[in-house]
Nanobody, 126 residues
Framework: QVQVVESGGGLVHPGDSLRLSCVAP????????AGWFRQAPGKEREGISC???????YYKNSMKGRFALSRDSAKNMVYLDIINVKPEDTASYYC????????????????????WGQGTQVTVSS
């Protein structure tokens, strides 16, 4: 089983911006749907954004505005840009991919994804 790998988390201050990265050794990311999820302490894992294998992006309504997902096919990477971070953004952020070839992508159902990273921690604090 090939896992994706996230990076870019760390301690940031309210109002900062950061970029999280996702790489997938062993397969081509552009051939699969991919999504970003996060999980805060004591909370359920929630979706943020996803991209289909043909490049269409979707965002959970509550995540629109401060989050942007992009894919760099040449680098075989998927990114999540976060702007104006807030304390409530503190969470472990996960990248996941879907090898099924199904159309579309999901920001609601984690079960649609079969390859997950270990998570990268984002902590927002003054």
């Amino acid at each position: 089983q090939v896992q994706v790998v996230e990076s870019g988390g760390g301690l940031v201050h309210p109002g900062d911006s950061l970029r999280l990265s996702c790489v997938a050794p062993g397969f081509t990311l552009k051939s699969r749907a991919a999504g970003w999820f996060r999980q805060a302490p004591g909370k359920e894992r929630e979706g943020i954004s996803c991209i289909t294998n043909d490049g269409t992006t979707y965002y959970k309504n509550s995540m629109k505005g401060r989050f942007a997902l992009s894919r760099d096919s040449a680098k075989n990477m998927v990114y999540l840009d976060i702007i104006n971070v807030k304390p409530e953004d503190t969470a472990s952020y996960y990248c996941a991919t879907d090898s099924s070839g199904a159309p579309g992508c999901s920001v609601y159902y984690t079960s649609n994804y079969d390859s997950w990273g270990q998570g990268t921690q984002v902590t927002v604090s003054s």
